[in-house]
């Protein structure tokens, strides 16, 4: 109804599940991260749990996106069911046929069985997802586990996903079910998004929708934080109702008050109710932010000296808005320019094409990904990153360095100091960076390969954990326990822990141990 009005393609709030706009906060990604390693562990259950509307569904459907192929998939969105009848629509998903008279849970779980062992037989992988998992009753869930039972001598047979509002983990703490519990090999409770998180997916669905005006000033996007809770599906009736009642009154931008009647109409009068839990909470921590203030102000009058300097502010040496001297096209190649002279290449063609196809030229790699400011600090690697300005235009900026809330960015031919959230607010998580291959490396190398790659990653594995470099038969296998510290690492990293040695994980080694090469923390790292 309002979409001519505020020059909107589509509505930006619709609660259907397109995948258009899919907003993915570092939370989300770490949902993906532990189901990307739940699928590719060797059978069991995954667990992934959330309020309603905090997006579980839309996380599994991503996973759904990127496994391979050779994968059979039963999807199960009405958990409500008998023992009897959920041995049936697992059938019915696997394409499994019985007749109307089977009856019996004997003869369901053996053609299940021999479907597994056919579909194992031919390199194909059977998963099972079950949506709303918190209405499975005690008996449909330890039967679930028994399906598991089937086995290889190295694999399961059947993958068990399940998605499942929090009282599902309350349910598998029971003494009943603990059996299942102990087979949960990977386990996520996703919760609401933070209050910077609820401000980039708003303007990330009103962007999709074809309007890059903003049509919640940051006062509104604080108060709708709050009225919200951060529940992404709430988000949307609320936004959908207030740009309902801006478009009755004529105005171009919602209001808090137009908000909060929107809300009132939405969750009923008492449109508190989602902090109510947090105040008693909120009201300690502020306690003892007093106490602790009082404290260092006794301190700082007892220890510091009269004529001590206060700590200054950082200071800004400009913002993020694209130089009007200079043409917008040039940004890309500025900040690639910039890039690669923090690696001590000041000679780059001006002419570059494919900017990544030049940087193997050199001798290095070009990483284009998503992620989040905390991924990148993660790397601890210069990068470009495509931000978006006002009017929806898209622009590159190199980011060199980053010093707690500032960071320093390159735009275009000049050099600033700039707030994290300012770049935040601008990038949707879009970046390329450069890094240095290890010898050796020719691609991914997983456990029990034999590789030249294998020296080096021990040679780091070593650093990183205090132990004396493996001594062996055979230095290039990539075995077992070398696999299982590479996972470790890559947990704590905040990486899929598959132990795989990709990309990624390359990159987060050379993260964390010194190397010959530019980081964001400004320090030049050597051997």
Same mark, same amino acid.
């Given at each position: 109804?309002?979409?001519?009005?505020?020059?909107?393609?589509?509505?930006?709030?619709?609660?259907?599940?397109?995948?258009?706009?899919?907003?993915?906060?570092?939370?989300?990604?770490?949902?993906?991260?532990?189901?990307?390693?739940?699928?590719?562990?060797?059978?069991?259950?995954?667990?992934?749990?959330?309020?309603?509307?905090?997006?579980?569904?839309?996380?599994?459907?991503?996973?759904?996106?990127?496994?391979?192929?050779?994968?059979?998939?039963?999807?199960?969105?009405?958990?409500?069911?008998?023992?009897?009848?959920?041995?049936?629509?697992?059938?019915?998903?696997?394409?499994?046929?019985?007749?109307?008279?089977?009856?019996?849970?004997?003869?369901?779980?053996?053609?299940?069985?021999?479907?597994?062992?056919?579909?194992?037989?031919?390199?194909?992988?059977?998963?099972?997802?079950?949506?709303?998992?918190?209405?499975?009753?005690?008996?449909?869930?330890?039967?679930?586990?028994?399906?598991?039972?089937?086995?290889?001598?190295?694999?399961?047979?059947?993958?068990?996903?399940?998605?499942?509002?929090?009282?599902?983990?309350?349910?598998?703490?029971?003494?009943?079910?603990?059996?299942?519990?102990?087979?949960?090999?990977?386990?996520?409770?996703?919760?609401?998004?933070?209050?910077?998180?609820?401000?980039?997916?708003?303007?990330?669905?009103?962007?999709?929708?074809?309007?890059?005006?903003?049509?919640?000033?940051?006062?509104?996007?604080?108060?709708?934080?709050?009225?919200?809770?951060?529940?992404?599906?709430?988000?949307?009736?609320?936004?959908?109702?207030?740009?309902?009642?801006?478009?009755?009154?004529?105005?171009?931008?919602?209001?808090?008050?137009?908000?909060?009647?929107?809300?009132?109409?939405?969750?009923?009068?008492?449109?508190?109710?989602?902090?109510?839990?947090?105040?008693?909470?909120?009201?300690?921590?502020?306690?003892?932010?007093?106490?602790?203030?009082?404290?260092?102000?006794?301190?700082?009058?007892?220890?510091?000296?009269?004529?001590?300097?206060?700590?200054?502010?950082?200071?800004?040496?400009?913002?993020?808005?694209?130089?009007?001297?200079?043409?917008?096209?040039?940004?890309?190649?500025?900040?690639?320019?910039?890039?690669?002279?923090?690696?001590?290449?000041?000679?780059?063609?001006?002419?570059?094409?494919?900017?990544?196809?030049?940087?193997?030229?050199?001798?290095?790699?070009?990483?284009?990904?998503?992620?989040?400011?905390?991924?990148?600090?993660?790397?601890?690697?210069?990068?470009?990153?495509?931000?978006?300005?006002?009017?929806?235009?898209?622009?590159?900026?190199?980011?060199?360095?980053?010093?707690?809330?500032?960071?320093?960015?390159?735009?275009?031919?000049?050099? !600033?100091?700039?707030?994290?959230?300012?770049?935040?607010?601008?990038?949707?998580?879009?970046?390329?960076?450069?890094?240095?291959?290890?010898?050796?490396?020719?691609?991914?190398?997983?456990?029990?390969?034999?590789?030249?790659?294998?020296?080096?990653?021990?040679?780091?594995?070593?650093?990183?954990?205090? !132990?004396?470099?493996?001594?062996?038969?055979?230095?290039?296998?990539?075995?077992?326990?070398?696999?299982?510290?590479?996972?470790?690492?890559?947990?704590?990293?905040?990486?899929?822990?598959?132990?795989?040695?990709?990309?990624?994980?390359?990159?987060?080694?050379?993260?964390?141990?010194?190397?010959?090469?530019?980081?964001?923390?400004?320090?030049?790292?050597?051997?």
């Amino acid at each position: 109804m309002y979409n001519e009005y505020f020059g909107l393609n589509e509505d930006p709030f619709s609660v259907a599940p397109d995948p258009r706009y899919l907003y993915m906060s570092e939370q989300h990604r770490e949902a993906l991260a532990h189901l990307m390693y739940g699928f590719s562990s060797d059978g069991g259950f995954v667990l992934l749990t959330g309020e309603v509307g905090t997006g579980k569904t839309t996380i599994c459907r991503c996973l759904l996106e990127q496994i391979p192929e050779k994968t059979s998939i039963a999807f199960i969105l009405n958990p409500k069911v008998t023992v009897k009848e959920m041995l049936a629509t697992v059938c019915d998903e696997f394409g499994i046929k019985y007749t109307k008279r089977t009856n019996s849970i004997k003869v369901f779980v053996d053609m299940i069985n021999r479907y597994l062992i056919h579909a194992h037989a031919r390199g194909r992988k059977a998963v099972l997802i079950i949506d709303e998992a918190q209405n499975l009753s005690a008996d449909v869930l330890e039967q679930l586990r028994l399906l598991t039972n089937l086995e290889t001598s190295q694999h399961k047979l059947l993958q068990i996903i399940l998605l499942g509002q929090p009282e599902l983990r309350d349910k598998l703490t029971t003494p009943e079910l603990r059996q299942l519990s102990q087979r949960i090999i990977a386990r996520y409770h996703l919760g609401p998004l933070s209050a910077n998180d609820v401000s980039a997916y708003v303007k990330h669905r009103v962007s999709v929708a074809g309007l890059q005006k903003q049509l919640f000033p940051d006062p509104v996007i604080k108060n709708l934080s709050d009225l919200s809770g951060g529940i992404p599906r709430l988000i949307n009736v609320i936004c959908d109702r207030a740009l309902l009642g801006t478009f009755t009154k004529g105005e171009s931008v919602v209001s808090k008050a137009t908000l909060r009647t929107a809300a009132r109409e939405i969750l009923g009068p008492d449109t508190g109710h989602l902090r109510q839990k947090k105040t008693y909470a909120w009201a300690m921590i502020i306690l003892v932010f007093v106490i602790v203030g009082v404290v260092l102000a006794a301190a700082r009058n007892n220890n510091v000296p009269q004529n001590s300097n206060p700590v200054s502010m950082p200071v800004l040496t400009g913002d993020l808005k694209w130089p009007e001297t200079e043409p917008l096209s040039g940004s890309l190649n500025a900040a690639f320019q910039a890039l690669f002279r923090q690696w001590g290449n000041d000679n780059i063609p001006a002419d570059i094409t494919d900017l990544c196809a030049y940087a193997e030229t050199t001798g290095l790699r070009c990483e284009q990904k998503q992620g989040s400011m905390r991924s990148l600090l993660l790397l601890n690697r210069p990068a470009v990153l495509k931000l978006f300005d006002g009017r929806g235009q898209a622009y590159y900026v190199a980011l060199t360095s980053v010093n707690g809330e500032t960071a320093t960015v390159v735009i275009g031919n000049e050099i !600033r100091t700039v707030y994290v959230r300012d770049i935040e607010s601008q990038w949707l998580g879009d970046y390329t960076l450069l890094w240095n291959t290890p010898p050796g490396f020719e691609g991914d190398i997983k456990p029990g390969d034999h590789s030249p790659l294998v020296l080096w990653i021990d040679k780091q594995m070593a650093v990183i954990n205090n !132990r004396p470099a493996r001594t062996g038969t055979d230095p290039m296998l990539y075995d077992e326990g070398l696999a299982s510290e590479v996972k470790q690492f890559q947990l704590a990293g905040g990486l899929v822990p598959d132990g795989i040695i990709g990309i990624r994980t390359l990159l987060g080694i050379n993260s964390a141990v010194p190397v010959n090469t530019p980081t964001l923390n400004g320090a030049q790292e050597t051997e």
